[in-house]
């Protein structure tokens, strides 16, 4: 997984620090929907300007010219709105004017390099030659800028932005920065709105569910609309269990690979009595059986799961209801006495 992920390099300095923390685990570009101007709008608007390209506000001046035409420009080509590439340009490595490590040249520490900091490998797989000469260079904008787009569109983008760039870094403050920056490039008239498509009521978890609880969960939700591959571990696909694995990974909890691993490894729990984070188990997939359960989806709220559900379905990764006829159990993985101890000290730095 870690080869192909796109970091943020924390062109601020110490600010830098808030996102590369140990709990975050950026994992490139995902999947929310754009409203401009007006008000906010309901969470599930579906907006066909979701890629439409707003005018440049006074903030927009600030850019260096040659990166605006660049964010422009792939913006339209692609149908990204040049002022979140322009934000993500921003806080990444302002524009390319940051001096740290891996901006200019090399790599900083996590492997990351050029201005909208690329890792080399996935750089090889999504980077475009934005001049035509022949060459893709992480390090040129010229290149880099629409790569950032080209990959924004195939994670699907713009009708699902918030949680792509939710997935880009796996902080909902880096998420806010960088439509911040947004709005200030458009003048003020630019808003985004969460939408989700089929799953767009189920954006929401129970009063009371926070910490590493809700980050386990988002990170599971920003996988929505990726492809189901069966044995792939992401960060471009998954199947089921690894969706599980990854999404208790992203805030440092390790539980087992497989969804045989994974189901004597929590607390079995009484149906009925199933919490956020929770795991449920069918009777469904090769080699399964009654006490040998071969599907797992986590649990968000009563009766409702993210889960990867198969390689056929529209989409492959969503939310739906957990109450089947093939359900086998369900288990509490946060009980086990390892993740108790991690979770405690979670809380105690918190």
């Known amino acids: 997984m870690t080869t192909r992920r796109l970091l943020f390099a924390g062109a601020f300095g110490a600010a830098g620090l808030l996102f590369v923390a140990l709990i975050f685990v950026p994992v490139m570009f995902g999947a929310s929907q ?17 890629g ?68 080399a490998a996935t750089f090889e797989s999504y980077g475009v030659d934005g001049d035509d000469d022949g060459e893709k260079d992480r ?26 760039i939710f997935a880009y870094n796996h902080s909902w403050d880096y998420v806010d920065l960088v439509l911040e920056w947004a709005g200030k490039y458009a003048g003020g008239e630019f808003e985004v709105v969460q939408s989700n498509g089929v799953n ?23 996988q929505r ?12 696909a998954w ?30 729990i009484e149906k009925g009595q199933e919490q956020p984070g929770d795991l449920v188990f069918f009777n469904s997939g090769p080699g399964t059986a009654a006490n040998n359960p ?11 799961m993210i889960v990867a559900r198969c390689s056929t379905c529209v989409p492959a990764i969503a939310v739906q209801s957990y109450e089947r006829s093939d359900w086998i159990g369900s288990t509490r993985p946060l009980a086990k006495p390892e993740l108790q101890r991690r979770l405690a000290e979670a809380e105690a730095r918190s």
């Open 34 to 50: 754009f409203m401009f101007g007006g008000g906010a709008g309901s969470r599930c608007t579906d907006v066909s300007e979701a």
């Open 52 to 119: 439409a390209q707003p005018a440049a506000g006074g903030d927009a001046e600030a850019i260096p010219g040659a990166f605006l035409e660049l964010y422009q420009k792939a913006g339209k080509e692609y149908g990204i709105p040049w002022n979140v590439l322009a934000g993500v340009g921003k806080v990444e490595t302002d524009h390319g004017r940051s001096e740290l490590p891996g901006v200019a040249s090399g790599e900083n520490y996590a492997g990351a390099g050029g201005p909208m900091q690329f890792l």
């Open 139 to 164: 390090y040129d904008p010229v290149d880099a800028i629409p790569s950032a787009a080209a990959y924004l569109k195939a994670s699907g983008a713009p009708e699902r932005m918030r949680d792509a």
């Open 200 to 222: 767009c009521e189920d954006n929401d978890l129970p009063a009371g569910v926070g910490g590493l609880v809700k980050e386990i969960i988002d990170f599971a939700m920003a």
């Open 225 to 236: 609309g990726k492809p189901y591959v069966f044995g792939a571990n992401g960060p471009d």
């Open 239 to 268: 199947d089921c269990s690894s969706l599980i694995q990854a999404a208790y990974r992203s805030v440092g909890l390790a539980i087992p690979r497989t969804t045989f691993q994974q189901w004597p490894f929590g607390k079995k």
């Open 294 to 304: 071969g599907h797992v989806g986590m649990v968000i709220s009563e009766g409702k």
